[in-house]
């Protein structure tokens, strides 16, 4: 009951703020830290929660354990490279990846809208089993809930997993040390334009694909090369620039990026370019950005590019001395800039 | 990749039955079912989830674990006795509890749609941390999605949820024995009625309140009394009469109950016949049926009746000897009928 003693009658979100939910708060800027740290975090606060991690890690009974949930409402449902069902799937072992666990089980939670063609349960049901399937899960669990036509949109899922983290290893925002060298696993920003092609009926030479895949393997081969392993966080929602902000600020080190490092398809460039996107924003649904030890750059670089799901990685910038929590990026020019989060959403429902 | 091979491109719900969703797929009874087994377990099939128990057993690195999931779409967010809030940390802990684990850490899913009040979100989060306290959970990972206005309904809550199972206990169908006694741990139909009576306006001379509650600690109270127990669940969608209706099919053995001895207030009642309702079949949130040892059953009623939330506890039945997975019951006139699932749901979105 220790925490019920902090409750109090007032929203902490003033009303004089935001009366009601918007889509921001929901897009992985600068609102729904807002919802998640005043709100959430100021009801339900624990030392799991508080790490403000991809998962929560838990031991139980002497072994240790990451945990973690998310909801997919990603519209359209089907894309260019993956649909809502294999989304589910690789958003949560990433998820448990990005613990430094290896993923083992999954839950399936469905918010059915009445009406859904059943053909497309049943399509999206086989995407989320091929995608289990290929990322060594089980789907051991479930629930089904109807909502009535005009409440849902075809399909929410939601999927949480358990994974089971190694004898001593400690990954998170909390193990980031000056000097850390600080790698992407691919080129960004697929995931997002891919879904906003389709939104948007664009057209280009050759179809942008998600990037949408399950990266415990890469992750998995990192641990398996002897690389210090840090800290890791998938870019989805608010993509790269989210990512390394929200690690930078709770572990309250400088993180320093090279823009010209960062690796951009040119068609995903030229994309952003036609939408007036920044790709540092964009949602990624296969990428991840690894924070490892100073000397372990290269080898870890060398590993990722070794890997199918690594090919396009680079190493994009440190951690500097400062202890300012702010991500800093030298551009093509020259000039350095701090990067922040955005205050809203770029792109609605993005998974 | 083994359940890849199983997957066929024809829908196993046939077009000509139900080319679409309807809302009776999410009531419990037996179109839920089928579409759990026919698509669900067609897809995922594995033995955790075919165990078909409110929640997975698991094994991981000699922990035993149980593992659950539930999404809450409750219309109204608000009724007497409870909340959206509250029930989905009853409803999850309950779950947890059924498979004879302590309930320890559950997760939170949020799917708001634009345009919710945040001081009514704010009021369902207060609630879900106060019945998260009184359960003795932590809530330590959590995920908040955001859907346009027109596309959810307020706010639609995931609680998935772990707990930690005794060393050599297990409680499922499977350990249904001929001879066990059949309880229920108090009055039935509540929630329900509750539920139905906000909707429909109804009046009464004293308002109907939910019996939504966690009832870990009147489980607790029978392993710690030393009760054999066997198998567990709660009577959610589709109440007392799918709960036995799945025991008994899971476990392939006869359940046999006295319509006599199961509880039901009498404004229950009162309200059943006004709206039509069989109360064997109105939802309960904290309400549980329990198949103990034949020898234990005078012990577990008395446990039960000494606990806050088995006040109303009653021995309702026995198991056969009879191999054919049916439940049946004696009327209050001496006939003997079969119990079966209701073919769609009586309530839409009662939890």
Known sequence: MTNQTSFSLTCPIPISDYPTVQLAHGGGGRLMNQ????MFGAAFGNPALDARHDGALLEMAGTRLAFTTDSFVVKPRFFPGGDIGSLAIHGTVNDLAMCGARPLYLSAGFVLEEGLA???????????????AEAGVQIVTGDTKVVDRGKGDGIYINTSGIGLVAEGRTIGPSQVQPGDAVLVSGDIGRHGIAIMAVREGLEFESAIESDSACVAGAVQALFDGGVAVHCLRDMTRGGMASALVEIASTSGRRVHIHETAIP???????ACEILGLDPLYVANEGRFVAFVAAEDGEKALAILRGHPLGQGAALVGTVGTQSDGLVTMRSAIGATRIVDLLSGEQLPRIC
């Open 35 to 38: 919802l998640i740290e005043r």
């Open 118 to 132: 059943m053909e497309e349960l049943w399509r999206i049901v086989q995407s989320m089993q091929a995608a289990a």
């Open 264 to 270: 951009v398809r040119q068609e995903v460039r030229g």
